[in-house]
C-alpha cells in the first residue's frame, strides 16, 4: 500500500505527512508538482506550506501543477485524496471542493493546539473517530477561514459534509465553525488544522491525528 | 498592443478584514469620514492583439479571480 505525498515550491509539511504515512506501516511515496506520474499510489495527501508563496491567491497557482491533473482525475475514480491547510485550499481551487478559505477574521496568524469535533466518521479518512469526538491537533495558518454562499453552506451541513468543526471558540471566522469538508462521495477531505503534526506525543500535543492514517489505510484494505 | 486592466474585488457578501483593518486606522491617523474601504487587486496586463475579450474574460474568471469569492472586471485601456 502506497500514500503518495505532493511537494510543490513552498511546501512545508511534505516531510511530516509522510512520517505519517510511515507511522501506520504504509509506503511514503514522494510525488513532484511537475509530474504528472502518481507512480501507483492508492492515495495522495496534499500537505501544508506556502505553495507558489501564497502568490495571487492561495493555492491559486499550485492547482495547475502537473501533478494535479493527475490528482484531480485519479479523485474523479475514488481515490482517496487528503488536503492539509494549505493542501485543503488548493483542493478548494481545484474545484474538488466547494468554497474557499480567506483571510482570517482577526487578521492574525494563528498558531495554537486547537481542538475539533468530528462530525462525519464515514469519510475514507475519518472511520477511525466517533461522532461527537473531540480531537486536539495543531492549527496554523492565516488564510483559514472557510467561505462559501449560503445554498453551499446548506449543502454541506444537509449531507453531513462537514467533516470538523472547531469546539470552542471559533479561531478564524470560519463559516459555520468548519475546519474541514468532504467531497459527495466522501473520498476527498480537506480541513485546515494539521492532524499529520498530531500522531506522537512525543512531537505533538497529541497522538489524535494518527486516526485519519489508520482510516484511509482501512478504507484501502477493504476496497 | 494594448494595455488591459483586470480589477478583482471582495464579492459584497464576503467579509473583507484587510479593508476593514484600513477603515480602522484611518480615524487614529486623522482622516475622518471614510465609512468604509473594500480591498482588492488590480493587474495591468500588456497584450498583443490575438487576445480577444473572451480570452481575457477566461484569465479572469478562470486564474486571476476566484468566483467563489470574488468579482471581476475587464477593461482595454488603449
Known amino acids: 500500500?502506497?500514500?503518495?505525498?505532493?511537494?510543490?515550491?513552498?511546501?512545508?509539511?511534505?516531510?511530516?505527512?509522510?512520517?505519517?504515512?510511515?507511522?501506520?506501516?504504509?509506503?511514503?511515496?514522494?510525488?513532484?508538482?511537475?509530474?504528472?506520474?502518481?507512480?501507483?499510489?492508492?492515495?495522495?495527501?496534499?500537505?501544508?506550506?506556502?505553495?507558489?508563496?501564497?502568490?495571487?491567491?492561495?493555492?491559486?497557482?499550485?492547482?495547475?501543477?502537473?501533478?494535479?491533473?493527475?490528482?484531480?482525475?485519479?479523485?474523479?475514480?475514488?481515490?482517496?485524496?487528503?488536503?492539509?491547510?494549505?493542501?485543503?485550499q488548493i483542493l478548494c481551487e481545484a474545484g474538488l471542493l466547494p468554497g474557499a478559505l480567506v483571510r482570517n477574521k482577526k487578521l492574525h496568524f494563528v498558531c495554537r493546539d486547537q481542538w475539533l469535533r468530528v462530525e462525519n466518521a464515514t469519510t475514507a479518512w475519518t472511520t477511525r473517530y466517533e461522532v461527537g469526538a473531540e480531537i486536539l491537533v495543531p492549527l496554523k495558518s492565516g488564510e483559514g477561514g472557510y467561505v462559501a454562499d449560503q445554498s453551499t453552506l446548506d449543502e454541506l451541513a444537509g449531507e453531513g459534509r462537514v467533516v470538523f468543526r472547531y469546539a470552542g471558540s471559533n479561531p478564524n471566522g470560519s463559516r459555520d465553525d468548519i475546519a474541514g469538508i468532504c467531497s459527495a462521495n466522501g473520498r476527498v477531505v480537506g480541513l485546515m488544522p494539521h492532524p499529520e503534526h498530531a500522531i506522537d506525543a512525543l512531537t505533538g500535543p497529541s497522538d489524535d491525528g494518527l486516526g485519519m492514517f489508520y482510516s484511509v489505510v482501512d478504507a484501502l484494505v477493504s476496497a | 498592443?494594448?494595455?488591459?486592466?483586470?480589477?478583482?474585488?471582495?464579492?459584497?457578501?464576503?467579509?473583507?478584514?484587510?479593508?476593514?483593518?484600513?477603515?480602522?486606522?484611518?480615524?487614529?491617523?486623522?482622516?475622518?469620514?471614510?465609512?468604509?474601504?473594500?480591498?482588492?487587486?488590480?493587474?495591468?496586463?500588456?497584450?498583443?492583439?490575438?487576445?480577444?475579450?473572451?480570452?481575457?474574460?477566461?484569465?479572469a474568471e478562470g486564474f486571476l479571480a476566484n468566483p467563489v469569492i470574488e468579482e471581476w472586471t475587464v477593461r482595454r485601456l488603449s
Open chain 1, 1 to 88: 500500500m502506497k500514500i503518495g505525498v505532493l511537494t510543490f515550491p513552498g511546501t512545508l509539511d511534505d516531510v511530516d505527512a509522510a512520517r505519517a504515512a510511515r507511522y501506520v506501516d504504509v509506503e511514503a511515496v514522494p510525488l513532484w508538482h511537475a509530474d504528472e506520474d502518481l507512480r501507483g499510489v492508492d492515495a495522495v495527501i496534499v500537505p501544508g506550506g506556502f505553495s507558489y508563496g501564497d502568490y495571487l491567491r492561495c493555492g491559486a497557482i499550485a492547482r495547475f501543477a502537473p501533478v494535479m491533473t493527475s490528482v484531480v482525475e485519479a479523485a474523479g475514480k475514488g481515490m482517496p485524496v487528503l488536503g492539509i491547510c494549505n493542501g485543503f
Open chain 2, 1 to 59: 498592443m494594448a494595455r488591459v486592466v483586470v480589477d478583482v474585488m471582495p464579492k459584497p457578501e464576503i467579509l473583507d478584514p484587510q479593508g476593514q483593518a484600513v477603515a480602522g486606522a484611518l480615524p487614529r491617523l486623522g482622516f475622518h469620514g471614510v465609512t468604509e474601504v473594500r480591498q482588492g487587486k488590480h493587474f495591468e496586463l500588456e497584450v498583443d492583439d490575438s487576445v480577444d475579450d473572451d480570452t481575457l474574460a477566461k484569465i
